[in-house]
């Protein structure tokens, strides 16, 4: 059904339209439709087979996040394939004591794993120029002006691992630092006891990143309290001396 609507300039209204809830919805059975929704429960969309513009904001509220797919995602565009997406979350998880907005370029591949992300890319649309993000790893092609402290991090032996281990034991671990009583839905505390498992997972790649290290690479070193570099394929210490005597920093 298609409307036209001519107001006149004195004319105030507030215009809402409310979607159906339809379960044999054709496109339900689409996976990109259907995938973190609860047909029973989410109204079907509405299609504007046009751009859509505005002068204003364009405002997702926070209550009933059952509208979103899993309840968490505000925002996505679908590339050409029809899969591959640009997604925006809000507060799916908590990290370093605050909640987290998450912005990625998810691919064709479902899942959490290496293959699922493309690259996003922040600056510019040029090929090999401004700064790249994926899953693990950030290319900067430009120039990186630190305007505060640049701090290496801190690696000792409890930071680094070979494996994740087995589901039961970061289960157990996750169960006694997130209890079920904490968390307003299980989809919550889900996504908080998942994160034990990933702090693992980021012990592995830790280990291996420092395997594949490229020359040039530094960190510092906790267990020895040193510096170090990798210079022509091989970990070297940085040697450093006291500084002048009366100069001090942060004091």
Not at 58 to 81: C, P, Q, S, T
Not at 142 to 148: A, I, P, Y
């Amino acid at each position: 059904m298609s409307a036209h609507c001519a107001l006149s300039a004195e004319e105030k209204i507030q215009i809402k339209y409310d979607s159906f809830i339809n379960p044999d919805w054709e496109k339900w059975s689409v996976q990109s439709y259907n995938y973190g929704m609860d047909k029973t429960q989410v109204p079907v969309p509405f299609f504007f087979d046009a751009s859509i513009s505005t002068d204003s904001t364009i405002m997702v509220r926070g209550n009933n996040n059952w509208k979103k797919r899993w309840g968490l995602h505000v925002f996505e565009a679908y590339a050409r394939d029809d899969r591959s997406r640009i997604t925006m979350i809000l507060n799916k998880h908590v990290e370093e004591g605050l909640p987290v907005a998450e912005l990625y370029y998810y691919a064709a591949a479902y899942g959490q794993g290496f293959s699922a992300y493309n690259w996003f890319r922040i600056g510019s649309d040029v090929p090999y120029h401004s700064f790249m993000f994926g899953r693990d790893t950030a290319i900067f092609y430009g120039t990186l002006q630190m305007r505060n402290l640049l701090v290496l991090d801190s690696i000792g032996k409890d930071d680094l691992a070979d494996s994740v281990p087995e589901r039961k034991v970061w289960m157990a671990e996750a169960e006694k630092l997130y209890p079920r009583e904490k968390y307003e839905t299980d989809k919550d505390c889900e996504h908080a006891r998942i994160g034990v498992m990933y702090q693992y997972e980021a012990k592995v790649l830790k280990k291996q990143a420092l395997k594949k290290a490229q020359n040039g690479t530094m960190f510092y070193d906790k267990d020895r309290d040193i510096v170090v570099v990798k210079v022509g394929g091989k970990w070297r210490k940085v040697i450093t001396e006291d500084l002048p005597e009366g100069v001090s920093y942060g004091e």
